[in-house]
Each structure stands twice: as C-alpha cells, then as structure tokens.
C-alpha cells in the first residue's frame, strides 16, 4: 500500500466523516495540533527511564485519548459515524487528576512560578503543555460555533480534558526534574 496519495496536493483534505476541506479549516488546525501533542507525548515517553513504566503507561493511555479527540474534531455532528466514537468521559478526566495527585504527594510544595527547563524530559513535558495550550485554544471556538451547526460536536468533556492535560504536564515537568535530582527553576524577577 502507497503512503502517498496526491489527494492533498491542491490544498485540501479528507475530515475522518468523508468531507472534503481547506488544510487550513479550523477543524484541521485544531486536530493537526492534538497530532502534534500526541507526537511530543512519543517523543516525551521515550526520553524517560524504562523504571519510569507508570509514567510512561500514563502517557499511552492520554496519546490513546488523543486520537479519539482528533476523531471528534474530523467528524462532522450529521455524520453516522459520530455514533461510533467514544466520548470523552469523566473517567479519562479522573484518571489525569489522579496522576497530578500522585505526582504532587511526592513532590516539595509549589511556591514559586516555574520557568521551563531542567531535565531533558522535563523539557520535553514543558514543550507538550505549550503545545496543549494551543490545542485547547483551537478547539474552544469549535466548541461554541456548535450552536450554529458548521462544526462537529466537541463535547465539554473535550475541553475539560485539555485543560487538565496542560496541568499534568506542568506537574509531570516537575515530576521529571525532581526524579533526576534537579530542582524547579524559579522565576526570579
């Protein structure tokens, strides 16, 4: 099977629904950067220490949440196959609360701003969180033209998702560098 198709060679792409539209539609953007944050997440897993497996597992289980997000954001709502992916639940969002919880028993109090850097996986989790941001601001104008019918449903569990996402991130930068030994950079004015 080729990997190339030529398809998008004009501009355009295929949304998972069948539709065709501009690489540069909202929905694109808003799923190309939920890809991005699923590679850095790869890229973030295989700079940890295999001891790190939890971690490491934490990470497949939000990558495996990521795609169901990009399938949200490349189906339109009349689409029959909005029925056949899973929402994005209170339970997937329990799970990273759960995670920052863990991480944040282990680790010194928070007192300061943190600056990014540290440990290459720290850096590497300061890196996604940025990139989950922009996520999180692409879909949040999805979410509200829903009311007019022009995007695919991007239920508030979406959002919510996202949002804690970028908090475990932080706390998991955090978590990196305090597992090496290397204390939080602190802004210091």
Known sequence: MKIYTGSGDKGKTSLFSGERVSKNDRRVEAFGDVDE????????????????????????????????????LATTRESPAMEFIEK????????????????TEKMPDLKAFVVPGGHLSAGMAHMARTVCRRAERHVVPLSKAVKTGKTPVILRGTLIFL???????????????????????????
């Open 88 to 103: 994005i639940n209170e339970e997937r969002i329990r799970f990273l609360e759960e995670a920052i919880d863990g991480m």
């Open 163 to 189: 949002n804690r996402l970028s908090d475990y991130l932080f706390t998991l930068a955090r978590y990196c560098n305090w597992s090496h030994g290397i204390a939080d950079k602190v802004w210091k004015k």
């Open 37 to 72: 944050l699923n590679s850095l997440l790869g890229l973030l897993a295989a700079t940890l220490p295999r001891e790190e497996e939890d971690r490491i597992g934490e990470i497949e289980r939000i990558q495996s949440t990521l795609f169901q997000i990009g399938a949200w």
